[in-house]
C-alpha cells in the first residue's frame, strides 16, 4: 500500500522559509515521479513544483526563484525548500508520486503565511 506522509508545514511571517518533506512507503521510490501541489480555500489544487525519477525539475512561475524540489532516493522523500513566502503562498500541500497511470497523494501539511 502506498503512503506519503507530508510534514513540515506551519505558520511563517512573510519572507520566512519553510521546508516541506514527504515520506513515501509501499513504492520503488526511485523510478517514480514526485510532485508538489497546493491549494488554497476556494482554489483548485494546482501542481507547483516536480522532479522526475530522472532528476529533471520544473516550476510554475509563481515559485521560480523562491521554492526549490529536492529528492532523496536513500531515504525515500521529496522536500520542498520555500523561501521568500508571500501571503498567497498560504495553502495545503500535497506531495503525489506518479508512475505511469499510478497516482499517489499524500494527506496534506498546511502552510499559513501571515504576520
Known amino acids: 500500500q502506498v503512503q506519503l506522509v507530508e510534514s513540515g508545514g506551519g505558520l511563517v511571517q512573510p519572507g520566512g522559509s519553510l521546508r516541506l518533506s514527504c515520506a513515501a512507503k509501499?513504492?520503488?521510490?526511485?523510478?517514480?515521479?514526485m510532485g508538489w501541489s497546493r491549494q488554497a480555500p476556494g482554489n483548485k489544487r494546482a501542481l507547483i513544483a516536480s522532479i522526475t525519477s530522472g532528476g529533471s525539475i520544473s516550476y510554475v512561475d509563481s515559485v521560480k526563484g523562491r521554492f526549490t524540489i529536492s529528492r532523496d532516493n536513500a531515504k525515500n522523500t521529496v522536500y520542498l525548500q520555500m523561501n521568500s513566502l508571500k501571503p498567497e503562498d498560504t495553502a495545503v500541500y500535497y506531495c503525489?508520486?506518479?508512475?505511469?497511470?499510478?497516482?499517489?497523494w499524500g494527506q496534506g501539511t498546511q502552510v499559513t503565511v501571515s504576520s
Open positions: 509501499g513504492i520503488i521510490f526511485s523510478s517514480y515521479h
Open positions: 503525489n508520486a506518479r508512475s505511469g497511470p499510478m497516482e499517489s
